[in-house]
């Protein structure tokens, strides 16, 4: 698994198999700065694309650590709808915008 390799590992020598990625398009000059860094440390392009991309990974996690999803942001008891079972907020004469909707048209 290529999972582990790095830019350290490219600079010590450690060399791994080579696998195919996608075929993408991408800015001439990210292309020049590859093809720079990879000769630089004597790695072929998608072990130097490879290591960017996990070493970017590990920043992301770090990143990530200790975030949470937003609490789910439940309308309080005053601003519900009035149906029974409808949690949503109420837009007008206590009913959401579906409800009222409804409402105005009689089939409520």
């Given at each position: ?64 650590k200790g ?38 048209r009689g089939?409520?």
């Amino acid at each position: 698994m290529r999972s582990e390799l790095r830019l350290k590992d490219l600079r010590d020598g450690k060399r791994r198999t080579a696998s195919k990625l996608m075929n993408v398009k991408i800015p001439t000059d990210v292309s020049d700065t590859i093809h720079t860094v990879a000769s630089q440390v004597g790695a072929s392009k998608i072990e130097v694309v490879i290591a960017l991309l996990n070493e970017g990974f590990d920043v992301s996690a770090d990143a990530l650590k200790g975030w949470k999803p937003p609490k789910n942001a439940m309308p309080s008891p005053k601003t519900r709808c009035s149906v029974k079972g409808c949690g949503k907020a109420y837009v007008a004469k206590g009913y959401c915008t579906s409800h009222y909707q409804a409402a105005r048209r009689g089939t409520l």
